[in-house]
């Protein structure tokens, strides 16, 4: 497709639960980057991949979280034992060049 | 946590009118971008600034890039029904080694009534 998609565009989990959120980055682009976006705030940062590898994870909340990129191209993050305050929307970009991400359209957790 | 202070953080304004918000920080950054978020959307990129100094025009918005590298400010003239959304500085230190982390400010939501 022409843009970054992600999927699932919602996702309800019961606490305790493990969940995958999945990116398809725009074709062609090396870097990705995964932000969580908590309601009425800005987008932070959360990991960067350059190609296959994870170069910064340094915004990971916890060991909880988890995101692979294993071909360089589709990525995964994934949230284990899932909290209520790990609700939100989870944004993921790609790029070509580093001032010009493009933002998918996020999936939003709502952990009950 | 968030560096970038953005303000204000709601506006609402009668349609024709010019709309001014800005982001400050405590540390430098060498380049500005400001995006619009949609409701159930991801930000959309609508202006890059990567000099000090620079004033950059995209259709009815404005944008500055401050003279100390710790602000900006984003002007919208004429607004119009469709520029109700969430509008988000951010920035990063771009190039050498830097990747492009970018950091964002809480957001400014406009509104704006016919």
């Known amino acids: 497709g022409a843009g970054v998609s992600q999927s699932p565009r919602y996702k309800v989990a019961k606490r305790g639960q493990d969940v995958a959120l999945r990116c398809d980055p725009i074709?062609?682009?090396?870097?990705l980057f995964w932000y969580q976006q908590a309601l009425g705030q800005g987008p932070e940062f959360l990991t960067y991949?350059?190609?296959?590898?994870?170069?910064?994870k340094s915004g990971l909340p916890s060991d909880r979280f988890f995101a692979e990129r294993p071909e360089g191209s589709v990525s995964t993050l994934k949230i284990q034992r899932t909290q209520q305050e790990d609700s939100a929307v989870y944004l993921c970009?790609?790029?070509?060049?580093?001032?010009?991400?493009?933002f998918g359209p996020g999936t939003r957790l709502t952990v009950l | 946590g968030q560096q970038l202070n953005q303000s204000p953080q709601s506006m609402f304004i009668q349609e024709g009118e010019d709309v001014s918000m800005n982001c400050t920080s405590s540390s430098i950054f060498n380049t500005w971008l400001w995006y619009k978020q949609d409701p159930g959307e991801g930000p959309v990129l609508l202006i890059a600034l990567y000099k000090a100094g620079e004033l950059t025009s995209n259709g009815r918005l404005t944008a500055q890039f401050g003279i100390t590298r710790k602000d900006s400010f984003l002007n919208i003239s004429a607004s119009i029904p469709s520029d109700v959304g969430i509008y988000f500085c951010a920035a990063v230190n771009a190039g050498g080694t830097s990747y492009g982390k970018l950091t964002f400010g809480q957001g400014t939501i406009l509104t704006v009534h016919p």
């Open positions: 991949f350059q190609n296959e590898a994870q170069l910064d």
């Open positions: 970009a790609s790029s070509k060049r580093v001032d010009t991400q493009y």
């Open positions: 074709s062609g682009h090396v870097s």
